[in-house]
């Protein structure tokens, strides 16, 4: 069974442009979550769906960065005008369950360096 | 405000020595704690997990060591092995209603010399 998938792996951008993040969750999982890992820090949670719904987008600078999942299956985010401070790796999971004993899979990341 | 904070931030241990993790948590109404190990260029995966009801798991050459009066959790690797050198990252379980949210700590990397 495939994993979760990202693309693209790495970018580069200069601030003020707007880059997009893909997501090909496990099949038949029906949750997904947006995670941004800065350098040497934990995972932080962005965003997460239950099949096309936001469940919780609090952590979201909604002014810059968006999040869909229109069918309930591939997801996409989306910066519109990148900061440095953006500057991490944007990590993509999904669970087959719902609650706190799901089991959440991480694709592999995008490292996201914005100069 | 950090609310699960990990001990060392980074740890050396030679092959086949046991290294022990800290970990600890703020808020009482967490009530499971997944542990994800990480390596370069990879996502986390989940490694192994403890509910508050538990006060041990075990997994192998992995254990979770729990204290909840304490609010602290602490990961055991026995005859550690320089595979074992990653980064490892305690998070908690926040349910708030229908709404459940990890948080993690900010990790240990963990070196295991030959």
């Known amino acids: 069974e495939a994993g979760v998938t990202q693309s693209p792996r790495y970018a580069v951008l200069q601030e003020g442009q707007a880059v997009s993040f893909w997501c090909d969750p496990i099949?038949?999982?029906?949750?997904l979550y947006w995670y941004q890992q800065p350098r040497d820090q934990g995972p932080q949670l962005l965003v997460y769906?239950?099949?096309?719904?936001?469940?919780?987008n609090s952590q979201l600078p909604s002014d810059r960065f968006s999040a869909v999942r229109p069918k309930g299956t591939n997801s996409t985010l989306k910066i519109q005008s990148a900061k440095q401070g953006d500057t991490a790796t944007y990590l993509c999971?999904?669970?087959?369950?719902?609650?706190?004993?799901?089991?959440?899979?991480f694709g592999p990341g995008t490292r996201l360096t914005v100069l | 405000q950090q609310q699960v904070r990990q001990s060392p931030q980074s740890l050396t241990v030679w092959e086949g020595e046991t290294a022990i993790l800290n970990c600890s948590y703020e808020d009482s109404t967490f009530n499971y704690f997944p542990w994800y190990q990480q390596f370069p260029g990879e996502g986390p995966a989940l490694l192994i997990s403890?509910?508050?009801?538990?006060d041990k798991k075990e997994d192998g050459r992995f254990t979770i060591f729990f204290n909840k009066r304490e609010k602290k959790l602490s990961l055991h690797i026995t005859d550690s092995q320089p595979g074992d050198s990653a980064t490892y990252f305690c998070a908690a379980f926040l349910s708030g209603g229908s709404n459940y949210k990890l948080t993690f700590g900010k990790g240990t990397l963990l070196t295991v010399t030959p």
């Open positions: 769906f239950r099949d096309e719904a936001v469940i919780d």
């Open positions: 999971a999904s669970s087959s369950d719902w609650g706190i004993y799901a089991e959440q899979f």
């Open positions: 403890i509910s508050s009801v538990s």
């Open positions: 099949s038949g999982h029906d949750t």
